[in-house]
């Protein structure tokens, strides 16, 4: 049986870098959007809200793999460390949608 607990602090260190890009991520797209006036804030709001969900999301299952992959490693548990892989595969899935929609709706 593959012992996933020796993993866990290199997951949780890399969920949590994944979320402090994701962080500032947010940061920029809220920066984006707040920097059109209000006539075009209602103009671009779905795009930006798209991609803020998808950084928002992909950021809770950052948190939540960091939590498990601590949580796992701290009990012993494998079932915590391999639900924290799961969580960060998650994440990264929600990056690599938001990072497309950013580049497919460049013109």
């Known amino acids: 049986m593959v012992q996933w607990v020796g993993t866990a602090g290199d997951i949780a260190a890399a969920s949590t870098a ?3 890009l994701l962080l500032v ?7 984006s959007f707040d920097s059109f006036d209000k006539t075009a804030q209602r103009a671009v709001k779905a795009k930006f809200l798209l991609r803020g969900i998808l950084a928002l999301l992909g950021f809770m299952f950052s948190l939540l793999a960091t939590g498990f992959a601590l949580a ?3 009990m012993e ?6 639900v924290s892989v799961v969580c960060l595969g998650l ?3 929600a990056v ?9 709706e460049i013109k």
Do not use: E, P, Q, Y
């Not at 991520?25 to 920066?31: D, K, L, R, T």
């Not at 548990?77 to 391999?82: F, P």
């Not at 690599?96 to 497919?104: D, N, P, T």
């Open 72 to 74: 796992g490693k701290l």
């Open 77 to 82: 548990v494998n079932c915590l460390v391999i």
């Open 18 to 20: 994944l979320g402090g």
């Open 96 to 104: 690599a949608i938001a990072a497309s929609i950013a580049v497919w």
């Open 91 to 93: 994440a990264l899935l």
């Open 25 to 31: 991520f947010i940061g920029a797209i809220s920066n």
